[in-house]
């Protein structure tokens, strides 16, 4: 008989304890809280999803790693270390640390950004990353492929382009009103859903026939490649490794939040194929605002675990795990008949509250109520991505529609077990029976940018 087990490829070495506070306690938390999750103490949440970003486990061999950083201020040993790791994987020939993946688009954006007014291409930008582009002036605009919409039907890459809108824009635009394009893999927006090969490709040639330069948000391009290994023909044989260098062959540098695959709690990246001009411009950037070019904003510690944690995050075996993992939440929500992104993508099972509770309005923020009711029925946290973060026009102030309303329960890395999963999914079906009764929230602050991180609410009347 076949053994069907999918079971953690680790053994666990060190526990922290967890523990579930009272209902009424719960209670009290959000209400203090502005109804906002990213207000609760972390004492107060039992099982968080709230990100997988910079949430994971690190391995034995990413501590043992902390104990070797080199803390020189210039030319550190580990800074070393993580450039010769990353030429390996990337195939690049230039990189900068930053403290963190908005740490490299604060740097790159605005030297990429001539004029303003300039457009910036995505499949979907994420939420910092249009920030950026926002505050170097520049428009972000979002060309997912339709299917990505439509949650309930199959697509094997959700995250790809929408290559004749890409071009016509181009068209219409002129290529000079481009900035550059950028493709996040996998997307993070559309509930972590991949990108194909052929889609990047296609991406990079669109991109040179105009003279538009192509950069990845790659906070999770390990996980897309697991995805393309596993669904697009032509790679079923080829490892991990191969993949990854052929992605980043199509771009002229990257943006990484090393949070998310390089399974460390803080740090990122730059990459820079092969413009040495640019390179320079980023690192006479970085001085002031991240920190000198061989740490930038890192200790040298950090910058260790992070070559460790880039060569864990590309293993087979481990994202096997991983992704069949989150797919396992997913499957249980779907058989119970909770709405998802359908398939489940890398790092999280996002829930289609708009189907959930049909009766909240986009500007009622449904999926931050389906958040609030699910830490109060069972102490787990979960994010909205949908209108509430999406925010307002920057130009005529109006609250814009997301094209989806979902929590999102977003699976750190290495760090919960199939059990957790379960009573997560206990925990939202329980939810789905009193969801009729679910009200939606207004603002009682509001703050202008990133609202959705310290702004506060309260359920409507
Ligand atoms: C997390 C993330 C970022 C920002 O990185 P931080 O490390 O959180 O600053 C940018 N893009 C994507 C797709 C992300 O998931």
Redesign the pocket.
Known sequence: MEIKANPEPFKIKMVEPIKKISRKEREEALKRGGYNLFALKSEEVYIDLLTD?GTGAMSDNQWSGLMLGDESYAGSKSFYHLWETSREIFGHNYFVPTH????AEQVLFPLLIKKPGQYVLSNMH?D??KAHVELAKGKPVDLVIEEALDTDTYHPFKGNFDLEKLESFILDKGSNSIAFIII?ITC?SSGGQPVSMQNIRQVSEIANKYGIRVFL?A??YAENAYFIKQREKEYFEKSIEEIVKEMFSYADGFTM?A??DAIVNIG?LIGIKEDEALFNQVKAALVPLEGFPTYGGLAGRDMEVMARGLKEGIQFDYLDYRIKQVKYLGDRLKEGGVPIQYPTGGHAVFVDAKKMLPHIPYYQFPAQALANALYLESGVRGVEVGSLMMGRDPQTGEQLESPFEFLRLAIPRRVYTYTHLDYVAEGLLAVKNISNSLKGLEFTYEPEILRHFTGRLKPVE
């Open positions: 970003s963190q993946g908005r740490g994420f910092t990353t996040t993070n948000d906070a999770r939040s949070k998310k990122g």
